[in-house]
C-alpha cells in the first residue's frame, strides 16, 4: 500500500456539503484533500433537487417528455461533474477519486492508497432505503436516481411511499401521461407534516388520475411476462412495468471505517453531531454535515451544517440553530412546512395555539383562478411565540420564507401582526392567522 501526502484536513464525500467544507478550508489556506467516490457535487444537481425541479416545472408548464428531458439533463450537466472538479481546483483543493474508508485517527485509505489528516470531516450523504418486500429484488425497480436520469417514461409507474420524494415524483410520471399509482403505508401523503398539507397534495394528485392507495402496503411482488404484479396487505392487487422505491433514505455510516475512530455507529441512524457539527469522540477532529448527520436532509440543510462545520474548524465558534430550517415540496401546489409540525408538537407535549386561513380568500387566487391551499401558524401559548408553520399553495416556498424568519428570529407576534403585505399576493393569507394568534395570547 502506498502512503501518500498528509492532508490538514480530509472531507469524506464531495457532495453540497462536502464541497463547501472543503473550498472553504483551502481559501483559508488549509491543504485539503476531498475524497468521492462518484460524482463531485454529490446527489442535489445530478440525481435530486435540481432534475426534480426541472421536471416538475416542465410539467407545469405542459412541456413534451422529450422537451423535459433535455432540459432536464442540461440542468444536471449531463451528469458530468468535470465543472465541478475545475472549480474544486481552482480553490486548491484536491480531489482524490476512488471509496474512502479510515484506517486510524490521521490515516485514510483512498482506493488502495493512504493519506494522512489532520482532521476529518464526513460529509457521506444517505441511501434509498429499499423495502424488504417478497420478490421486489425480481422486478423492474427505481429509486429516485434512475427516475430522476434515465429516460424512460413507464406506461405503468407504482411508487412506494407518499413522502417528499414519491408526491413529487408522482406528480411529474402523472403529468406526462404514465398511469401511476402511489402506496404509501400510513394512512396519508406527507405524514410527518400538518395533515392538512396531504389532504391539499393528495386532491391535487387525484385530480391528475393518481391512484392513491393510503393505508396499505406492497406484501408480495412477482415479474409477469408483462410487467410485474404487486399484492398489497389490503387483499388489493396493482399491475405495472415498473417500481419505484420512494420509502425513506437512510444516512449512509456503513463501511466508512468510523468505528476505528471510536464513533458509535448505528446502522440506519445518523453520525451524532453536537451544536458544532463535531463528532465527540476520543479520537478529536472530527466533523459530520448534510444527510449523513440525520439532522435534516435537505441541501440547505446540508449546506447550513457544512457553513457551521467551516466555522468551527477555522477556529470561529458557531453553534447549529435548526429551530426554523424549511421543508418543502416542489409540487403544485407546492408544500411548505417550517418549524415544529402539529406530530412533533404532539410528541413534545406542547399544546399549540392554532390559527389557519384558506388562499380562497385571498384576492391574488381569484387572480391566479386557483383557488387551492391553506396556511396553518402554530404558536406556543407557554412561550407567547409563533414556533411552527404549514402552507400549502402556489409558489409557498417563496411568499414563506418571512415565516421561518419570524420563527428564528423569535419575533414578538404583536410585531408580526402589525407588518403589511403587497395587495394582492398569498402573502397577506398569513394576516388574520397572525393576528388571531396576537390576540389569543
Ligand atoms: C429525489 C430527491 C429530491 C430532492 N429534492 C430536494 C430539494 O428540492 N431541495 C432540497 O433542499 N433537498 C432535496 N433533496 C435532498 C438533498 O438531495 C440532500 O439533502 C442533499 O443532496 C444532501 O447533501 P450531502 O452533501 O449530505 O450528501 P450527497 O449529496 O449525497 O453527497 C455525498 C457524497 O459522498 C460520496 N460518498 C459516500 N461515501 C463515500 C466514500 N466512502 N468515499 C467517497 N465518497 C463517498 C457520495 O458519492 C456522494 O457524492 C432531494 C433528495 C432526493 C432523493
Ligand atoms: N423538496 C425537498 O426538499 C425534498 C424532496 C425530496 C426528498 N427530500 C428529502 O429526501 C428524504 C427522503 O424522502 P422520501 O420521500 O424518500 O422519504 P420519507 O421518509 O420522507 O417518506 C417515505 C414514506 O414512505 C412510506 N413507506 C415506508 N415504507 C413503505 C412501504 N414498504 N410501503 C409503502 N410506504 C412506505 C413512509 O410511511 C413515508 O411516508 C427526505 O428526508 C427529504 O427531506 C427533500
Not at 415524483?169 to 401521461?177: C, I, M, N
Not at 449512509?252 to 458544532?276: A, F, H, K
Not at 462545520?309 to 408544500?335: F, K, M, Q, W
Request: net charge negative; hydrophobic share 45%; with cysteine.
Amino acid at each position: 500500500m502506498s502512503h501518500n501526502h498528509h492532508y490538514d484536513a480530509v472531507v469524506l464525500g464531495g457532495g453540497t456539503a462536502g464541497e463547501l467544507v472543503a473550498t472553504g478550508l483551502a481559501r483559508a489556506g488549509r491543504d485539503v484533500a476531498l475524497v468521492e467516490s462518484r460524482l463531485v457535487g454529490g446527489e442535489s444537481p445530478y440525481f435530486a433537487c435540481v432534475p426534480s425541479k426541472s421536471l416538475l416545472l416542465s410539467a407545469r408548464r405542459g412541456e413534451s417528455w422529450e422537451m423535459a428531458l433535455a432540459r432536464r439533463d442540461a440542468l444536471a450537466g449531463n451528469r458530468g461533474d468535470d465543472p465541478a472538479v475545475a472549480r474544486m481546483a481552482e480553490d486548491g483543493v484536491t480531489v482524490l477519486r476512488g471509496r474512502g474508508q479510515v484506517l486510524d485517527h490521521g490515516r485514510i485509505e483512498v482506493d488502495g492508497a493512504v493519506h494522512g489528516f489532520g482532521d476529518l470531516v464526513v460529509c457521506t450523504g444517505s441511501e434509498p432505503v429499499i423495502p424488504p418486500v417478497e420478490g421486489l429484488a425480481d422486478v423492474p425497480l427505481w429509486t429516485s436516481s434512475e427516475a430522476l436520469s434515465v429516460p424512460d417514461l413507464p406506461r405503468r409507474l407504482v411508487i412506494l411511499g407518499g413522502g417528499p420524494v414519491g408526491c413529487e415524483l408522482a406528480q411529474v410520471y402523472a403529468a406526462f401521461g404514465s398511469q401511476v399509482a402511489v402506496v404509501e403505508a400510513s394512512g396519508r401523503l406527507l405524514t410527518a407534516e400538518a395533515p392538512f398539507a396531504g389532504e391539499v397534495l393528495a386532491d391535487a394528485l387525484r385530480r391528475m388520475g393518481v391512484d392513491l392507495r393510503l393505508g396499505t402496503a406492497v406484501a408480495d411482488a412477482e415479474r409477469k411476462d408483462v410487467g410485474l404484479r404487486l399484492w398489497l396487505t389490503d387483499g388489493g392487487t396493482l399491475d405495472a412495468d415498473r417500481v419505484l422505491a420512494a420509502a425513506g433514505r437512510r444516512p449512509r455510516v456503513e463501511g466508512l471505517g468510523l468505528e476505528n475512530l471510536g464513533i458509535d455507529i448505528t446502522p440506519g441512524q445518523g453520525i451524532p453531531v453536537d451544536e458544532t457539527c463535531r463528532v465527540p469522540c476520543g479520537a478529536g477532529g472530527v466533523w459530520a454535515a448534510g444527510d449523513v448527520t440525520g439532522v435534516a436532509r435537505t441541501t440547505h440543510a446540508a449546506r447550513y451544517q457544512a457553513q457551521v462545520a467551516l466555522s468551527n474548524l477555522l477556529g470561529h465558534r458557531r453553534e447549529a440553530d435548526y429551530r426554523a430550517i424549511p421543508r418543502v415540496v416542489y409540487t403544485t401546489p407546492t408544500v411548505y412546512s417550517v418549524g415544529i409540525s402539529p406530530r412533533q408538537a404532539e410528541e413534545l407535549g406542547i399544546d399549540l395555539l392554532t390559527a389557519g386561513y384558506d388562499l380562497a380568500a385571498t384576492a391574488r387566487s381569484a387572480v391566479e383562478a386557483d383557488e387551492r391551499g391553506r396556511v396553518e401558524l402554530y404558536a406556543d401559548p407557554t412561550r407567547g411565540l409563533l414556533v411552527g408553520a404549514a402552507a400549502a399553495g402556489l409558489h409557498a416556498e417563496e411568499w414563506m420564507s418571512e415565516i421561518a424568519l419570524a420563527i428564528r428570529a423569535e419575533t414578538p407576534l404583536s410585531l408580526l401582526a402589525d407588518v403589511v403585505h403587497a395587495f394582492p399576493t398569498h402573502g397577506e393569507s398569513v394576516e388574520a392567522p397572525l393576528r388571531e394568534l396576537a390576540g389569543r395570547l
